[in-house]
């Protein structure tokens, strides 16, 4: 087997002792507890599981730890840059030719992020109360400075097109009426914007 096939195998040595754990797991059960039959078996069995799998997980490296900074800028959409018409050899025929469209993408040029908060100013308004925001969702539109009614309420088009690109949420925005509800609730809330 070539060496490059072994590279996402699970390492053989801790399924060896894995085994051999749930061999002696199997004798102790059955001659010095006294289980017998299925039972013995059963336990060898889920020792060699359990240790096999904690061999192969300790085995796979970590990985990296992520910096909330560059989540954030990863995470920011951006546009990639026009390219240039292929242009075909001279001696191909004009039906062979192949172009690339490089119509720029105005949707996301146009895009703004909006400014948001350094922290919530009072308690935070709790987003969850807008069709389509979870917890989850929450917590993104906090991580951007959003954390009161008023502020999603006020977003221009372009910034509900850079939120809903950064949310991933397809159209979510304007489908769920973020906007419409944001303005109610901001006439509800009990946090009053600064004077």
């Known amino acids: 087997m070539a060496q490059s096939e072994l590279k996402n195998t699970p390492p053989l040595y801790g399924w060896v002792i894995a085994t051999g754990m749930g061999a002696v ?46 989540l954030r800028s990863a995470a920011a959409p951006t546009k990639a840059p026009a390219t240039a018409p292929v242009v075909a050899p001279a001696s191909a025929s004009p039906a062979t030719a192949v172009t690339v469209d490089d119509t720029p993408d105005t949707s996301l040029a146009e895009a703004v992020q909006p400014s948001g908060l350094d922290a919530p100013e009072g308690s935070p308004d709790d987003l969850k109360q807008i069709t389509g925001v979870g917890p989850v969702m929450e917590q993104k539109l906090n991580g951007l400075g959003i954390f009161h009614f008023r502020q999603i309420a006020s977003w221009s088009e372009a910034e509900v097109a850079w939120v809903d690109e950064f949310l991933n949420s397809k159209g979510r925005i304007a489908r769920d009426n973020w906007i419409e509800q944001a303005a109610k609730l901001a006439q509800s809330s009990t946090v009053n914007p600064p004077s």
């Not at 001659?31 to 997980?57: D, Q, W």
């Open 25 to 70: 797991a199997f004798g102790v059960s059955l001659l010095l507890v006294g289980i017998e039959g299925n039972g013995s078996v059963a336990i060898g069995a889920v020792v060699a599981l359990v240790v096999g799998t904690i061999f192969t997980i300790a085995e796979n490296p970590a990985p990296p730890p992520r910096d909330p900074a560059t």
